[in-house]
């Protein structure tokens, strides 16, 4: 969880995160989901919705900066993304907290 915390932004597949931990991508996303009720894509999109929220905030950058920032790969799928986890947009989101 420490390096997920740490490198979320730079993760793009749950086999780089197996193979740095020397294990199967099997066997760490079921270990993963038993101990934390989470698939580890759930979990990584969480922490990256999480900051792009605090970004939103707390920052003038747009939204497709604070999107790439976050490590989504594109401000389409960062906006899908965001609106799918927050039910509002990225702009609304800002707009409405403001």
Do not use: W
């Amino acid at each position: 969880i420490t390096y997920l915390h740490n490198n979320y932004r730079m993760i793009t597949s749950v086999k780089e995160i197996s193979e740095r931990f020397y294990i199967s991508k099997f066997y760490l996303s079921r270990i993963f989901k038993e101990a934390t009720g989470f698939t580890l894509v759930e979990y990584i999109t969480s922490l990256k919705i999480q900051q792009a929220c605090q970004m939103l905030l707390n920052t003038e950058l747009t939204v497709l900066e604070i999107g790439l920032s976050c490590g989504f790969n594109s401000g389409e799928h960062f906006s899908k993304t965001f609106k799918k986890n927050m039910f509002i947009s990225p702009r609304d989101f800002r707009v409405k907290r403001m």
